[in-house]
């Protein structure tokens, strides 16, 4: 059946009012499409009765906690919006955590707590929130933890946080929802906007998040979206890792040589590295925490081998079915050649419904580029790599 924004937004508006009735209501906004569509469609429902709030919690873009609220709060949406400034909280409330799942699980208490004390101090019986039925389906099969998903893990929102919640967009995808906030009239800027998780710049900063390192990343984010954006393939995102390296990998050997094969070059050009952490994959619908490879070949004067993205992939393709260990193939674009703490990872996808996507064609010139600003930028990154591994079996965000 045909999706009809105008029905949608009709039927929903109504809903939504029948639910809250007189009370008011909270909505958390990222910027996002889904939680600013959502918002969009209570202020309909119950106009001045809705609070927007958005968490200002320290894993956002540089200048974006900023830049939405002036653009929600302006016609034509003009959204009632308070900034929190929750950065001090949500720092300590992740720090010394490794693993995504529980760097997840840490962000959504945080939220949820630090939502509650708003509700509380503001009169907000309920909170309304832009879930949308990808989140749900990719909770539900145990990949990973929505920030967002409670009442799908069986966590009763109102025992643990006190609140009602309402999602209205549970039942829709990313292209419908950007459908119904086009008929709202939320401006391109945000309803185009590529999809930006919940817990933010926490989710790319693999491992542990510490302050140098998340600052890295807000500098990385902006040079690798703003070349990136030029020629936009789905998703495009920069994602930081440590260099630390899995001492005594066993296989490397052989990886090696698999890899010369297929590059036509001796083993002794190829390099591989297992990185110390680990990143979120899918393999047969299920999540698996999988190893992180980083490969390259140079030829004899030591320059980085430029291969089509289409044959890394098959490369990738290859390793993975031979090693199911890993979750992600990383291939060199540059290096600075000194020892640094970190390196910048570019991701960008193609995909239609977000639950598969294969890995963009960006060009060479593009990634160099981007690498070669990254290293202007950004003192203590020593490597940029391009992620050549689809969904499955890895995930799309790197975390
Ligand atoms: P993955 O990484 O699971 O991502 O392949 C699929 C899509 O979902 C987005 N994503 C999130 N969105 N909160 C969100 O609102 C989250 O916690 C979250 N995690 C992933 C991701 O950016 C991609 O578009």
């Given at each position: 059946?045909?999706?009809?924004?105008?029905?949608?937004?009709?039927?929903q508006?109504k809903?939504?009012?029948k639910?809250?009735?007189?009370?008011?209501?909270?909505?958390?906004?990222s910027?996002?499409?889904?939680?600013?569509?959502c918002a969009?469609?209570?202020?309909?429902?119950?106009?001045?009765?809705?609070?927007?709030v958005?968490?200002?919690?320290a894993?956002?873009?540089?200048?974006?906690?900023?830049?939405?609220a002036?653009l929600?709060?302006?016609?034509?949406?003009?959204?009632?919006?308070?900034t929190?400034?929750?950065?001090?909280r949500?720092?300590?409330?992740?720090?010394?955590?490794k693993?995504?799942e529980?760097?997840?699980?840490?962000?959504r208490e945080?939220f949820?707590?630090?939502?509650?004390?708003?509700?509380?101090?503001e009169?907000c019986?309920?909170l309304?929130?832009?879930?949308?039925?990808?989140?749900i389906?990719?909770?539900?099969?145990?990949?990973?933890?929505q920030?967002?998903?409670?009442?799908?893990?069986g966590?009763?929102?109102?025992?643990?946080?006190?609140?009602?919640?309402?999602?209205?967009?549970a039942?829709i995808?990313?292209?419908q929802?950007?459908?119904?906030?086009?008929?709202l009239?939320?401006?391109?800027?945000?309803?185009?906007?590529?999809?930006?998780?919940g817990?933010g710049?926490?989710v790319?900063?693999?491992?542990?998040?510490?302050?140098?390192?998340?600052?890295?990343?807000?500098?990385?984010?902006?040079?690798?979206?703003?070349?990136?954006?030029?020629n936009?393939?789905?998703?495009?995102?920069?994602?930081?890792?440590?260099?630390?390296?899995?001492?005594?990998?066993?296989?490397?050997?052989s990886?090696?040589?698999?890899?010369?094969?297929?590059?036509?070059?001796?083993s002794?050009?190829?390099f591989?590295?297992?990185?110390?952490?680990?990143?979120?994959?899918?393999?047969k619908?299920?999540?698996?925490y999988?190893?992180?490879?980083?490969?390259?070949?140079?030829?004899?004067?030591?320059?980085?081998?430029k291969?089509?993205?289409?044959?890394?992939?098959?490369?990738?393709?290859k390793i993975v079915?031979e090693?199911p260990?890993?979750?992600?193939?990383?291939?060199?674009?540059?290096?600075?050649?000194?020892?640094?703490?970190?390196s910048?990872?570019?991701?960008?996808?193609?995909?239609?419904?977000?639950?598969?996507?294969s890995?963009?064609?960006?060009?060479?010139?593009?990634?160099?580029?981007?690498?070669?600003?990254?290293f202007?930028?950004c003192?203590t990154?020593?490597?940029?790599?391009?992620?050549?591994t689809?969904k499955?079996?890895a995930?799309?965000?790197?975390?």
């Amino acid at each position: 059946m045909k999706f009809v924004p105008q029905k949608f937004v009709e039927k929903q508006t109504k809903e939504i009012g029948k639910m809250l009735g007189d009370h008011r209501a909270l909505v958390a906004v990222s910027g996002g499409v889904d939680s600013v569509t959502c918002a969009a469609l209570t202020h309909r429902a119950i106009g001045e009765n809705l609070l927007c709030v958005m968490l200002d919690d320290a894993f956002m873009r540089e200048g974006e906690p900023e830049r939405i609220a002036r653009l929600i709060s302006r016609p034509p949406l003009q959204l009632p919006i308070k900034t929190l400034n929750v950065q001090e909280r949500f720092l300590e409330a992740l720090e010394g955590h490794k693993d995504a799942e529980a760097k997840r699980k840490a962000f959504r208490e945080t939220f949820y707590n630090t939502l509650r004390e708003t509700a509380e101090e503001e009169g907000c019986q309920f909170l309304v929130q832009g879930t949308i039925a990808a989140d749900i389906v990719e909770t539900t099969r145990g990949v990973k933890t929505q920030h967002n998903v409670l009442a799908q893990m069986g966590i009763n929102p109102i025992e643990r946080f006190g609140f009602q919640v309402i999602e209205p967009l549970a039942s829709i995808y990313k292209g419908q929802v950007r459908k119904v906030a086009r008929y709202l009239g939320v401006p391109s800027e945000i309803s185009e906007r590529q999809p930006f998780p919940g817990p933010g710049l926490s989710v790319r900063t693999v491992g542990e998040i510490k302050a140098d390192k998340l600052e890295m990343l807000k500098k990385a984010t902006a040079i690798a979206e703003e070349e990136l954006a030029k020629n936009p393939p789905s998703q495009f995102f920069a994602v930081i890792i440590e260099n630390a390296e899995r001492p005594r990998y066993s296989k490397l050997e052989s990886l090696s040589k698999t890899i010369g094969d297929i590059f036509n070059v001796l083993s002794d050009y190829v390099f591989v590295k297992v990185f110390q952490d680990k990143a979120t994959g899918v393999k047969k619908g299920q999540r698996l925490y999988g190893d992180v490879l980083a490969i390259k070949a140079e030829d004899e004067n030591g320059h980085i081998l430029k291969t089509p993205i289409e044959n890394l992939v098959r490369l990738q393709d290859k390793i993975v079915e031979e090693n199911p260990s890993f979750a992600r193939v990383l291939y060199a674009i540059n290096e600075t050649g000194k020892r640094q703490t970190y390196s910048i990872v570019v991701r960008a996808v193609e995909t239609v419904d977000f639950l598969t996507a294969s890995v963009a064609e960006v060009s060479w010139t593009s990634l160099e580029k981007i690498a070669d600003r990254i290293f202007d930028s950004c003192p203590t990154v020593s490597s940029v790599y391009y992620d050549v591994t689809p969904k499955p079996p890895a995930t799309i965000e790197f975390e």
